[in-house]
């Protein structure tokens, strides 16, 4: 099974302050890229600016499938932005941002959860399942 990197343990025990449900939709996410094979993470912290959850699977070329940021702008009012290549995932009902270059240099869907929004955790799931699927072939 996937280790989650300890930088990470220690970041999600300092993380209180929550008031738009971030931590329980990223400790989702997280815990869904633990259940799924092959997948390996590295974590970036960069205080201020995010907090980094990259999965990648040894199977593909790229160096991730999905980026979890946890942005830090606003360390009191933390929020995600999820990007994955646009080419790995569907985005059917057009909640993403695309962003030209936005990933490792390629063409991104960026989907963000800024409040805490029921419909959105699971839309974002979904894609992380098409994510994970495509980065596994």
């Given at each position: 099974m996937t280790q989650t990197p300890q930088e990470l343990e220690t970041f999600l025990e300092s993380w209180t302050a929550d008031p738009n449900g971030a931590k329980e939709a990223f400790i989702r996410f997280r815990d869904f890229l633990l259940t799924t094979p092959d997948v390996r993470f590295e974590f970036k912290a960069r205080p201020g600016v995010s907090?980094?959850?990259?999965?990648?699977?040894?199977?593909?070329?790229?160096?991730l499938f999905v980026?979890?940021?946890?942005?830090?702008?606003?360390?009191?009012?933390?929020?995600l932005s999820v990007c994955f290549y646009a080419d790995m995932i569907n985005d059917p009902d057009e909640l993403g941002d695309f962003v030209p270059s936005g990933l490792m240099g390629e063409d991104a869907c960026c989907l963000?959860?800024?409040?805490?929004?029921?419909?959105?955790?699971d839309y974002i799931l979904a894609r992380l399942g098409e994510a994970a699927a495509a980065a596994a072939k």
């Open positions: 907090y980094s959850l990259r999965a990648a699977n040894p199977k593909q070329s790229r160096p980026l979890v940021d946890v942005v830090d702008d606003e360390p009191e009012a933390r929020w963000n959860l800024e409040e805490d929004d029921a419909a959105m955790r």
